[in-house]
């Protein structure tokens, strides 16, 4: 990955290596299915409380037996915290108009 790139709705900084698992590619779409279906599904996604980092620790544990980085896992927990963040979600009916 170029880190003078965006990617998504940020800019690329650190690619950590978490390991390498030997799952066919069929295999590994049927459990994103049921991810998608279940614990991952779109009705479910909170952007603080259960978005993509909680994913991809969902699956780390799964594949590799442990979390991801905790400065990773932390982010969305200082997002609480920070004051435009909650008046963002004090004020959400304002926003969806």
């Given at each position: 990955m170029?880190k003078n790139?965006m990617?998504g709705?940020?800019?690329?900084i650190?690619?950590?290596?978490?390991?390498?698992?030997k799952?066919e590619?069929?295999?590994?779409?049927?459990?994103?299915n049921?991810?998608n279906?279940s614990l991952?599904s779109h009705?479910?996604?909170?952007?603080?409380?259960?978005?993509?980092n909680?994913f991809?620790?969902f699956?780390?544990?799964h594949?590799?037996?442990r979390?991801i980085p905790?400065?990773i896992?932390?982010l969305?927990?200082?997002?609480?915290?920070?004051?435009?963040v909650?008046?963002?979600f004090?004020?959400k009916s304002?926003f969806?108009?």
């Amino acid at each position: 990955m170029d880190k003078n790139v965006m990617y998504g709705t940020g800019a690329f900084i650190e690619k950590i290596y978490m390991g390498r698992h030997k799952t066919e590619k069929k295999e590994f779409e049927e459990f994103l299915n049921v991810l998608n279906e279940s614990l991952f599904s779109h009705d479910k996604y909170h952007v603080l409380n259960h978005n993509c980092n909680h994913f991809t620790n969902f699956l780390s544990n799964h594949f590799f037996k442990r979390d991801i980085p905790k400065k990773i896992l932390e982010l969305a927990e200082k997002g609480k915290d920070s004051k435009i963040v909650g008046f963002i979600f004090n004020n959400k009916s304002q926003f969806n108009q």
